[in-house]
């Protein structure tokens, strides 16, 4: 059996863990199982790229940040455009038939899920595996990546409070998640945020100055967590390009700089911001997520073993279980803004910049 796997998107701590453990049940377990690298993701197969793994390749990776693969963000929305009389869909097709695949593992978030899902109904079999930080893949309680992430986030808000603390600040702490507030959500309940902003939550920004300057009578500084794709309320309706293209006219940065500013205009507090940016990305995976990518891999491997294409590896309940690929390529799990977790953080005086 000749087993291709690569790594798309965004990269997240895990990834080597997943193929790692692939790698190893594959040659343990399918007997002639010959393991096929293809680099820098969906981009590798568009060119045809791949190269032989030997089981040693699969064994000190466990604890590596990154992905030993590489990988490249390929937008799905240009994969059935033709260019130069073929598209990058075809590409994949024929290269995937050219390098005598019977079998891909593709380790990635929910654009890359799309990809798998429409290389699956060309006739290739692909296994979806679930990675992202920003936990937002539909059909999987958890995401590998996600857990490090929020750990990472966690200590570096925990860091950044007793400079606030010191200063007397209020402080704004720019976390990933364009579409999904997870991250920002747990992250900022581990770390004692005082306010959380997500995409899924609206906020007015009369509330955030409100809240700010009332809480400021009794404690000497302020953490907010914000979600880069959280946004004001009077620009909920907007889609992402409008948004974009006001802020940009207007001279916004990001809605976190221009929050920081009014903030500090309207209630005299000493504001500042910071953005996280790729350090939330990086790193060794923490405990959690070696064991859950373990789990991930291994059940992922014996599927293949078993001949189960179309589908994609998930959690459910603690249990590893897969979802087909077609039932869950171009859906997102959002946070309900009327969940138990958003509600506790409300019971627990954590607030969302709402009235």
């Not at 373990?294 to 959690?315: H, I, M, N, P």
Request: charged residues 25%; proline residues 3%; aromatic residues 8%.
């Amino acid at each position: 059996m000749k087993i291709g796997i690569l790594t798309s998107g965004g990269d997240c701590a895990g990834l080597n863990a997943v193929i790692r453990s692939i790698g190893l049940y594959c040659t343990r377990n399918i007997p002639g199982a010959e393991m096929i690298g293809i680099p820098d993701g969906y981009g590798g197969l568009i060119r045809g790229d791949s190269f032989r793994m030997q089981e040693k390749d699969f064994e000190d990776i466990l604890d590596r940040g990154g992905t030993v693969l590489g990988t490249s963000r390929q937008p799905f929305k240009r994969m059935t455009v033709e260019e130069n009389g073929e598209s990058r869909l075809e590409k994949m097709c024929d290269n995937y038939k050219k390098m005598g695949l019977d079998c891909l593992f593709t380790l990635g978030g929910a654009g890359t899920h799309k990809t798998a899902a429409l290389l699956g109904f060309e006739g290739c079999n692909v296994i979806g595996l679930p990675k992202t930080i920003d936990n937002d893949i539909y059909g999987t309680d958890v995401t590998f990546g996600f857990q490090t992430a929020v750990e990472v986030v966690t200590d570096a808000i925990d860091r950044i409070k007793t400079t606030v603390a010191s200063h007397r600040r209020t402080m704004l702490v720019e976390i990933m998640g364009n579409k999904a507030g997870w991250l920002t959500l747990h992250s900022g309940i581990a770390a004692g945020a005082d306010m959380i902003l997500i995409p899924e939550i609206p906020f007015d920004i009369d509330a955030v100055c409100e809240f700010v300057a009332d809480s400021r009578r009794d404690k000497p500084y302020n953490v907010i967590a914000v979600a880069e794709g959280a946004t004001l309320a009077s620009e909920a309706a907007y889609k992402k390009s409008e948004r974009a293209f006001a802020r940009q006219y207007m001279g916004e940065t990001t809605i976190t700089r221009h929050l920081a500013e009014v903030i500090g205009e309207r209630t005299g507090t000493e504001t500042r911001y910071t953005v996280l940016g790729y350090l939330q990305r990086g790193g060794t995976p923490c405990a959690f997520d070696r064991l859950l990518c373990s789990r991930l891999g291994g059940v992922a491997a014996q599927l293949a073993k078993e001949g189960r294409f179309g589908v994609t590896a998930a959690v459910s309940g603690g249990r590893i279980t897969f979802n087909a690929l077609s039932d869950i390529a171009g859906k997102y799990k959002l946070v309900d803004p009327n969940g138990p977790t958003v509600k506790f953080a409300k019971d627990i005086g954590i607030a969302t910049g709402t009235k």
